[in-house]
């Protein structure tokens, strides 16, 4: 794996951001495809849900609206006066009553248009079968049915006894169903069905027949029960009702059940025929059946799954007969979520290309600064300490451009100070050999010349040019003496100082000088400045060659100001400003090299500020000159403060000066 990622991410870094950007668009458009998948996939489950609720509830709007009209049929003919007169002649046998009852019958079925398999039938006060019509779905009217008794069934004995007229779904065994000619259509093979119970819910399915049925009670003018009238609507292989629901509310699949047997339907099995026969899945029908709740979600009907509700059917007693289903098929769901994905898809896929494509100019423009910074650190490398490059902008890319040009320039300041250094090193170790050679024969010298000046006569001519020799050699001496300190610095002997009282002691060590007579100096002192670590007297020594050359450049008079302050959280800074004759940029670019000196032959050395530079440099610090002819002159001096975290200066060691 690290291999590979060090493949993908380790080349150029414009192949690596156009990488990277495709990666991250096609992360970006799957991750979105994912949760908009899944967003739809939610959003077409809750609509189809909402579908298939709404389906029930159309679906059972029919069912309710063919339960009314069954009961109003019975209703109807419970207040035909033709019925109410002539029904106690017809029971007894009066073919002309029965003649007047069956003709208001067919009147009332012709009337009302129905549509299915019907019966009605004109019962006596026991239940006797007075005169009767089936309709088949059709439209074709059976004979008169004449005899029979349904005083026995739960909903006509209930009728019969309470006087109260009844209207529900109920269960009309295969007897009942015998005596009208309905039993062959009420009969219904159960068939091999997968997930279903191994056996029936209810012992009838398959003989015994589901309706709806409506009972209505007949009073004579004396208002006495004279009998009743019962209309039923058979769903066994009856499938009016489930087809008009599909037709007209748009419901793709219905089905009424018996039990768990369906009786009427619009499921096709695997032939492309109507599902009767086949029964419920078992877990449907421990909800719907047994528990008496409804059901909600996927289901397998028949040969596959469906999204579906089903709701229990009870009788006018509230007990569980049967169920009534509406559903949809799920591949037809599926079919739609997989379309969605698939302009999904594509959209993400033309997202990504898209991404690719920007991300080329894009990495183009953003390597552009970078290739510039690679060929600049090219040529830095091969030497070129000239090299810039361009930092329009303040973004991230620009700070690093800033940030290459500022170390091209420490470096080319780097190297020359390096330069200067090894200069200083080199002439340090000459003067060194040198100083040591003439030090031996000016001591010899010296010896000599005052022993002669001391055995010379007072009055002798020569005892004056003996002192001159005495004084010259004694110079000489001092000159040595400078080389060997510019060659090799003293130890340090580091302590804690304030600068304000070191720079205190010098100006009252120089004030009364006679080169300090025109002078003024003026003292600009920070108060309460935190203290420093470093040889004082080193620093005193430092100080007074600055301001004595300050003294200098002023030879008419002038002023020096001296001041010291905070110059960050890090350090302190002296500056010693004057108002002298100031210095060219050629004399600056010399000022710290050995033996260079602005004075008349005789006067110094050149060692001077190389000294001071080395001593500077020992205690970690650094100094600055800022100067211009007829302007004056201005020194910085920078030193660390003292902190808990600041090394201790060396105070034991002697060092050469490499600066």
Known sequence: ??????????????????????????????????????????????????????????????????????????????????????????????????????????????????????LIAVLNERGDIVVGRVLSPSGELSKPILRGNWGALPIVRDVLSTRQHLAATEIIPAEFLDQVNLKQQAAIPLLETPLAAPEPFDPREGSAGLTLTGVYPVFNARGAMAGAIVSVYLFNNDFTLVDRIKEVAGVDTVTIFLGDLRVSTNVLDEKGKRAVGTRISQPVREIVLEQ?????????????????????????????????????????????????????????????????????????????????????????????????????????????????????????RTQQ????????????????????????????????????????AENDPKREDLQMIINETIRCRKIVSDLLNF????????????????????????????????????????????????????????FVNLLNNAAEAMPDGGSITITSRLADSQRIEVGIEDTGCGMSEETLGKLFTPFFTTKPVGKGTGLGLSIVYGIIKMHRGNITVNSAVGKGTTVTVTLPILTSQSPALSGVQQRELTV
């Open 292 to 412: 008496g709740r409804d059901y909600v979600g996927r289901a397998y009907v028949v040969k596959e799954w469906f999204i579906t509700r089903y709701e229990p059917l009870r009788n006018q007693r509230g007990e569980v007969i049967g169920s009534f289903y509406v559903g949809a098929r799920e591949s037809s769901f599926l079919q739609l979520v997989h379309n969605f994905n698939k302009r999904v898809a594509l959209i993400a896929f033309i997202c990504i290309l898209i991404a690719g494509v920007i991300a080329v100019p894009i990495a183009r423009l953003i390597t552009r600064p970078l290739d510039s910074l690679v060929k600049a650190n090219r040529r830095l490398a091969d030497g070129d300490m000239t090299v810039r490059v361009e930092t329009a902008g303040k973004g991230e890319l620009a700070m690093l451009g800033r940030s290459f040009n500022v170390m091209a320039e420490t470096l080319y």
């Open 417 to 456: 100070e390096l330069l200067h250094k090894e200069k200083l090193a080199s002439m340090g170790q000459l003067a060194a050999g040198v100083a040591h050679e003439i030090n031996n024969p000016l001591g010899t010298i010296l010896l000599f010349a005052d022993m002669l000046f001391k055995e010379a």
């Open 487 to 542: 060659a090799r610095q003293q130890e340090v002997l580091a302590q804690e100082c304030d600068i304000n009282d070191i720079l205190e002691q010098v100006i009252e060590g120089v004030a009364h000088q006679p080169s300090f007579k025109q002078v003024r100096i003026v003292r600009q002192f920070s108060q309460g400045l935190p203290r420093i670590q470093a040889d004082q007297a080193q620093l005193m020594q430092v």
């Open 1 to 118: 794996m690290k291999g590979l990622m060090v493949k993908l991410f380790g080349g150029r870094l414009r192949i690596v951001l156009i990488l990277c950007f495709s990666l991250i668009a096609g992360l970006t458009v799957a991750l979105n495809t994912l949760v908009t998948s899944r967003v739809i996939r939610e959003y077409l489950t809750a609509a189809e849900d909402a579908q298939i609720a709404r389906d029930m509830r159309l679906a059972k709007a029919f069912y309710q609206l063919k339960l009314e009209e069954v009961a109003a049929l019975s209703h109807r003919l419970a207040l035909d006066q033709w019925v109410i007169q002539n029904l106690e002649s017809a029971a007894q046998g009066s073919s002309a009553a029965q003649k007047i009852i069956d003709q208001q019958i067919t009147n009332k079925i012709a009337v009302l248009a129905l549509g299915g398999t019907h």
